[in-house]
């Protein structure tokens, strides 16, 4: 059971929008930044959006993040096949003193 | 260029021992707080250990608190992790990551290390 809770899955066709939500509480979403991840099939995970809404240099801008209050969203606009991949959420919990991960969602592109 | 390089899983038994290594280049290790994150087979991220860039400041899991110790050797670009009392739980992929700040974002990621824990 993870600490912070995405939905398992998500699809959709090329070019459509696509977002991924992820909730936690007061000790982690709540009170810090949150961070997504990309990890395609058989790779490590690569930074996608930190701080919230921040893209790392390289990352496209079809990809957004927010944040409101004890939830985060990922947005993938423009979808492109090269988009299917596993995405995590990722925020520091206060309580724990340490990474809290979503359980991680599968997105598939029709 | 940045590189995380892991190394040192394999198989082991249960109750055994393994350290990981994780080799850094590219960047001054000692600027860069570095974590230990794992990934079961066919499941999801879970976080390990974090530790400061002067190991200052050293964070675990509850999963793996009293088992597992993290260090750094920045003069070797090092980063470790002393896996004892292994269990079949501890089977993943383990990669090491660094990150900023101790509570920044993981910005890049090594290719990972396979720990199995089987008899």
């Known amino acids: 059971q993870s600490v912070l809770t995405q939905p398992p899955s998500a699809s959709g066709t090329p070019g459509q929008r696509v977002t991924i939500s992820c909730s936690g509480s007061?000790?982690?979403?709540?009170?810090?930044?949150v961070n997504w991840y990309q990890q395609l099939p058989g790779t490590a995970p690569k930074l996608l959006i930190y701080t919230n809404d921040q893209r790392p240099s390289g990352v496209p801008d079809r990809f957004s993040g927010s944040k409101s209050g004890t939830s985060a969203s990922l947005a993938i606009s423009g979808l492109q096949s090269e988009d299917e991949a596993d995405y995590y959420c990722?925020?520091?919990?206060?309580?724990?003193?340490?990474?809290?991960f979503g359980g991680g969602t599968k997105l598939t592109v029709l | 260029e940045v590189q995380l390089v892991e190394s040192g899983g394999g198989l082991v038994k249960p109750g055994g021992s393994l350290r990981l290594s994780c080799a850094a280049s590219?960047?001054?290790?000692?600027?860069?707080?570095m974590n230990w994150v794992r990934q079961a087979p066919g499941k999801g991220l879970e976080w390990v250990s974090s530790?400061?860039?002067?190991?200052?400041?050293?964070y675990y899991a509850d999963s793996v608190k009293g088992r597992f110790t993290i260090s750094r050797d920045n003069a070797k670009n090092s980063l470790y992790l002393q896996m004892n009392s292994l269990r079949a739980e501890d089977t993943a992929m383990y990669y090491c990551?660094?990150?900023?700040?101790?509570?920044?974002?993981?910005?890049?990621w090594g290719q990972g290390t396979l720990v199995t824990v089987s008899s």
């Open positions: 590219g960047f001054t290790l000692s600027s860069y707080s």
């Open positions: 007061s000790s982690n979403i709540g009170s810090d930044n």
């Open positions: 990551a660094r990150a900023p700040q101790l509570v920044g974002p993981s910005d890049y």
């Open positions: 990722a925020a520091w919990d206060a309580s724990l003193n340490g990474w809290v």
């Open positions: 530790i400061s860039g002067t190991s200052k400041y050293i």
